[in-house]
């Protein structure tokens, strides 16, 4: 907590989605949410609808709701008519193959736009959804797919081939296979055109009055810490992705939005196609991966408004200082937003410096299905906090009492676990056919998220690191995030992960693997400077006994860190379930 606050400035409060915190805590109810949205007739409610059709009676209709940029910079539109008109196909083509409401339709598809279309269908054919990383191999294809009991698969040719013919035989209740992209020789008899068959297919579909609660979504949560969960999510999850999108992200229906992520991860689905639809704004997908110049090259030639991006890709815009920056023009960029990891302080104080405002740290899960706890855009931002609650959003640090009781702790910057009263729309309803699983999420009237953090006397919260991930050194409870942040300070470090080794003295002793710089070498006066700077910054209790050099981080494939794969590493222990592993350490 050592950096200065960074005032809110130079915002049109009257502009804001939310701009008296405190009213809109006290006014706000879900209902009230609920009724910013249309539903359908007799109580249905379909993401699908409230993402598109709505709008086909407002002036919206011929609006710009997708642009998609492929890797070779070509581009492609969708106004919100056409994209209903798309999604209608895909509907009316799994209405022909049979399919039935609450069967799962599973893609594995890079960003492309059959990948949105074909999450809307299934939306409006009353179908489950569920997103597949594209770099997936067959085991993690297979394991998700299983157990999801998919019925149809969007894919191209050359993913069939390689991820899912091998294990085809795995899976029975997969009836159905769409290539897009069409098909040659090598494709297997059964599978159809993708682009012919939605053709083929009637450009109306009358949505199909799903009720609140009927299952909508099928995330696969990547697992940092374990083996991936099936979380179900339902059609109400709506109300939610609707109104944070508002609130979290201060979307407007003339914001161009770029959420970089893929949707094969839940903040690719729940900001990448809902919440931008549900608002009326126009999304950015591009097909490439992080690359520093495209991505400003597409900041200023698309006119982006929002932008929500992760930490690691904002710490490697930081490897590359602040020069580059100073090349475009992103002056219709009003609002920056990251999530998915602790977002260093260091990196909101470089924002402010780059791009003359702050990236705005959110947080959630993939169980809570939307943002919960956020840097709103007409707060005061503390480096280094997530900030606070949601209006709607109850939040507190419990800890467990002796009895077992799980209670929140009232004092400030008390550590503890991070738990939300349940009853949020777009909470998980189910991990899929684990019960026990889910039951162990909740406690006394609350959910646990397996995170812990503190809350300031101010009502910041603080994110300290995941429960699995929390050193226990000399009696002190050491968050790694602490340790990770300070590290970044040092002028030569880009990124580090800490983990915590056996020591038989203190339990656990600090150790830090460090990414430098580019332009810096590993050498052993450098190792005993940054030692020294944590030591400064830390203390000798918390600070790292040892630091090794690496040219990379394990990492998921929605960037998260892998600190328990380091772990198991270093201690020779099995290294468990790496489907989810996206780029290894060095
Ligand atoms: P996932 O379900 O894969 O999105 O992972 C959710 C987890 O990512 C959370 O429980 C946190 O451990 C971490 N996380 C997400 N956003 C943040 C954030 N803003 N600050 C710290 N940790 C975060």
């Known amino acids: 907590m050592s950096f200065a606050p960074i005032p809110k400035t130079g915002i049109d409060p009257g502009a804001a989605r939310l701009s008296d915190y405190g009213r809109a805590r006290q006014d706000f109810t879900w209902a009230k949410a609920r009724a910013l949205l249309d539903g359908l007739p007799g109580g249905a409610l379909n993401i699908a609808h409230e993402a598109i059709d709505r709008h086909l009676a407002t002036p919206r209709a011929e609006k710009l709701a997708l642009r998609f940029i492929a890797k070779n910079d070509s581009v492609e539109d969708f106004t919100y008519r056409q994209l209903a008109q798309q999604t209608a196909r895909f509907a009316n083509l799994l209405r022909r193959l049979g399919v039935q409401r609450a069967d799962r339709v599973f893609t594995l598809l890079g960003r492309q736009p059959a990948l949105y279309v074909a999450a809307l269908g299934t939306l409006k054919a009353g179908a489950v959804f569920s997103p597949l990383f594209s770099a997936f191999g067959p085991e993690p294809v297979v394991a998700r797919m299983g157990k999801g ?240 609650p949601l209006p709607g959003v109850e939040a507190a640090v419990v800890s467990k009492t002796a009895d077992g009781r799980v209670e929140p702790i009232a004092e400030a910057g008390a550590v503890g676990e991070l738990a939300l009263r349940p009853g949020w729309p777009s909470m998980f309803r189910a991990y899929l056919d684990e019960p026990e699983r889910y039951n162990k999420c909740f ?61 038989p003295v203190a339990g656990e002793i600090v150790k830090a693997f460090v990414v430098l710089k580019a332009g810096r070498e590993p050498s052993e006066a450098l190792r005993k400077d940054i030692l020294g700077h944590a030591r400064l910054r830390l203390g000798p209790a918390v600070s790292p006994r040892e630091i090794v050099f690496h040219t990379s981080l394990p990492r998921t494939r929605s960037g998260k860190i892998m600190r328990r794969l380091l772990k198991a590493r270093e201690l020779g222990l099995p290294e468990g379930d790496l489907s989810t592993l996206e780029s290894d350490s060095r």
């Open 443 to 503: 406690a006394d009237g609350w959910y646990l998220t397996g995170d812990l953090a503190q809350r300031d006397a101010d009502g910041y919260f603080w994110f300290v690191g995941r429960a699995d991930d929390v050193i226990k050194s000399a009696g002190h409870l050491i968050g790694p995030f602490e340790v990770e942040s300070a590290l970044m300070e040092h002028a030569a470090v880009a990124e580090s992960a800490v983990i915590g080794t056996p020591d």
């Open 149 to 388: 009991d998919g019925r149809v698969l969007v894919t191209t040719e050359a993913f069939y081939i390689r991820k899912v013919a091998p294990v085809r035989d795995r899976l029975p209740g997969l009836k159905h296979v769409l290539l897009v992209g069409g098909r040659t020789a090598k494709a297997p008899p059964d599978a159809l055109d993708f682009d012919a068959e939605l053709a083929a297919s009637a450009v109306d579909f009358e949505t199909v009055p799903t009720r609140p609660e009927d299952m909508a979504l099928l995330h696969f949560t990547s697992g940092t810490t374990g083996k991936p969960k099936g979380a179900v999510h339902v059609h109400e999850a709506v109300v939610a992705h609707n109104v944070t999108g508002q609130f979290a992200l201060d979307l407007h229906p003339d914001d161009v939005f770029w959420c970089t992520a893929d949707p094969g991860w839940v903040t690719g689905t729940s900001y990448g196609i809902i919440a931008p639809l549900t608002n009326g704004a126009t999304m950015i997908v591009d097909e490439a991966e992080f690359d520093a110049e495209r991505w400003f090259r597409i900041l200023q030639e698309q006119k982006v408004s929002v932008w929500y991006t992760a930490p690691t890709a904002i710490r490697m815009l930081m490897k590359l200082g602040v020069e580059p920056i100073k090349h475009y023009d992103l002056s219709r960029l009003r609002f920056m937003a990251s999530v998915g990891e602790p977002l260093n302080p260091e990196a909101v104080v470089w924002s402010v410096k780059a791009f003359g405002r702050p990236f705005h740290d959110n947080w959630w899960q993939t169980e809570t299905g939307g943002i919960m706890i956020a840097n709103y855009l007409t707060m005061e931002i503390r480096p280094g906090s997530m900030g606070k």
